[in-house]
C-alpha cells in the first residue's frame, strides 16, 4: 500500500504561482511513477503531468512551459510548480503514484485525497 499526501493548494490570482506538494509513505519501492491529475467541476479528470523513476516528465499540452514536475526522491515526495496559472487551471489536482501490484495485471494506482486550487481572473 502506498499513501499520498497532497498540500499546497489556494486561491490565487491569474498570472501567480503556487506549488503543490505531495508526500508518499508505505510501499514506495514499488512505485515506478508518480504524477499530478486534475478534475474541474463537470469534467474528467485530467492527466497534468508524470515523472517516471528515472526522470522521464510527460506534460499536457495546455501546461507545457508554465508547469513543472519534479521529484525528490530523498524525501519521497513529488512536486509541482505552477506558474502563469489562468482560471481555466482551476480544479482540485490530486497526486497519483504508479506502482508495481501482487495481482494482475500487477499495477496498481494510487491516489491522493486532492488540493484544491482556485485561480481567480
Known amino acids: 500500500q502506498v499513501q499520498l499526501v497532497e498540500s499546497g493548494g489556494g486561491l490565487v490570482q491569474a498570472g501567480g504561482s503556487l506549488r503543490l506538494s505531495c508526500a508518499a509513505s508505505?510501499?514506495?519501492?514499488?512505485?515506478?511513477?508518480m504524477g499530478w491529475y486534475r478534475q474541474a467541476p463537470g469534467k474528467q479528470r485530467e492527466l497534468v503531468a508524470t515523472?517516471?523513476?528515472?526522470?522521464?516528465?510527460n506534460y499536457a499540452d495546455s501546461v507545457k512551459g508554465r508547469f513543472t514536475i519534479s521529484r525528490d526522491n530523498a524525501k519521497n515526495t513529488v512536486y509541482l510548480e505552477m506558474n502563469s496559472l489562468k482560471p481555466e487551471d482551476t480544479a482540485v489536482y490530486y497526486c497519483?503514484?504508479?506502482?508495481?501490484?501482487?495481482?494482475?495485471?500487477?499495477?496498481?494506482?494510487?491516489w491522493g485525497r486532492g488540493t484544491q486550487v482556485t485561480v481567480s481572473s
Open positions: 508505505g510501499s514506495i519501492f514499488s512505485i515506478n511513477a
Open positions: 515523472c517516471s523513476n528515472g526522470g522521464s516528465t
Open positions: 497519483n503514484a504508479d506502482a508495481d501490484g501482487s495481482k494482475w495485471p500487477f499495477r496498481v494506482s494510487y
